[in-house]
T-cell receptor, first 114, second 111 residues
Framework: DAGVIQSPRHEVTEMGQEVTLRCKPI?????LFWYRQTMMRGLELLIY????????DSGMPEDRFSAKMPNASFSTLKIQPSEPRDSAVYFC????????????FGPGTRLLVL | RKEVEQDPGPFNVPEGATVAFNCTYS??????FFWYRQDCRKEPKLLMS???SGNEDGRFTAQLNRASQYISLLIRDSKLSDSATYLC????????????FGKGTHLIIQP
């Protein structure tokens, strides 16, 4: 069975560039979550969607970050302009229903901003 | 005070030994508790839920102490493959949106 798919797996960019991370949730899951993981702060929830609708984006660091979910099978997280402090591993996760407490994580995107 | 606190370790344990680590949480209204496992450079995966009565899954035992606001994970007869980071996860509500992750405890099983 296909799990959560993320692309790219690795991204190296220069400060000021736009970065777009992509996620395909598990088919049938209707909740999608974007997380960021760093050594200093651990795993932080950035935003989550229920049925393609953004529910809580209070974890989004600032206006440079934006996320969309145009349909049930695709979501993007965009950083514009990127900064070195954005370097982290970004995970996408999905769950079957919004009340499900078991989230399935994708392999993550390792982002390095120089 | 951090919402979910864990000893980062590393815990260096010989193969076959028993190891236990705890996690404390600050929100007394927390309702659901989990342990996730994360291998090096991999994504977190659910290891087990933690029930009020405690639960066991093979060599793994999880327990909850609501009075003291901590959960524990016990691993018996540890294997080399148990080497990983173990994340404590707490939910204040019934929805998946309320998950708060600890930073994890790094466990190294030595041959």
């Amino acid at each position: 069975d296909a799990g959560v798919i993320q692309s790219p797996r690795h991204e190296v960019t220069e400060m000021g560039q736009e970065v777009t991370l992509r996620c395909k949730p598990i088919s049938g899951h209707n909740s999608l979550f974007w997380y960021r993981q760093t050594m200093m702060r651990g795993l932080e929830l950035l935003i989550y969607f229920n049925n393609n609708v953004p529910i809580d984006d209070s974890g989004m660091p600032e206006d440079r970050f934006s996320a969309k979910m145009p349909n049930a099978s695709f979501s993007t997280l965009k950083i514009q302009p990127s900064e070195p402090r954005d370097s982290a591993v970004y995970f996408c996760a999905s769950s079957l229903v919004s009340s499900s407490l078991q989230q399935y994580f994708g392999p993550g995107t390792r982002l390095l901003v120089l | 005070r951090k919402e979910v606190e864990q000893d980062p370790g590393p815990f260096n344990v010989p193969e076959g030994a028993t190891v236990a680590f705890n996690c404390t949480y600050s929100n007394s209204a927390s309702q659901s508790f989990f342990w996730y496992r994360q291998d090096c450079r991999k994504e977190p995966k659910l290891l087990m839920s933690v029930y009020s009565s405690g639960n066991e899954d093979g060599r793994f035992t999880a327990q909850l102490n609501r009075a003291s606001q901590y959960i524990s994970l016990l691993i018996r007869d540890s294997k080399l493959s148990d080497s990983a980071t173990y994340l404590c996860v707490v939910s204040a509500g019934g929805g998946a949106d309320g998950l708060t992750f600890g930073k994890g405890t790094h466990l190294i099983i030595q041959p």
